[in-house]
Nanobody, 123 residues
């Protein structure tokens, strides 16, 4: 079994910052590619950022330069630092782990998912 638990969401004004955390346990370890995804009401779930075991990263164009994904393998924890938040960033944010080898940012490749943490950005 694998468990992913997100924390750090909340409500902030536009221009504010939040840091999301995702604590992994069970099967998920430092070899897994990890990612953050988000889903706004009525919208499809979309990729935000991914990071593999080597530290290689990718970002959605909409968050480049504002969000930073990182991981602490000793703590088995994934992070997402979000700066200069915009109302369009409002969504439920999910942490996920991909069990296959290599880097992926494709939603369908991710095997394990957390329950999500809500981020709300107001004008």
């Amino acid at each position: 079994q694998a468990q992913l638990e997100e924390s750090g969401g909340g409500s902030v004004p536009a221009g504010g910052s939040l840091r999301l955390s995702c604590a992994a346990s069970g099967y998920v370890n430092s070899r897994y590619c990890m990612g953050w995804f988000r889903q706004a009401p009525g919208a499809k779930r979309e990729g935000v950022a991914s990071i593999d075991s080597t530290g290689s990263t990718s970002y959605a164009d909409s968050v480049k330069g504002r969000f930073t994904i990182s991981r602490d393998n000793a703590k088995n924890t994934l992070y997402l630092q979000m700066n200069n938040l915009k109302p369009l960033d409002t969504a439920m944010y999910f942490c996920a782990a991909a069990g296959g080898t290599g880097f992926t940012s494709t939603l369908e490749d991710y095997d394990y998912w957390g329950q999500g943490t809500q981020v709300t950005v107001s004008n």
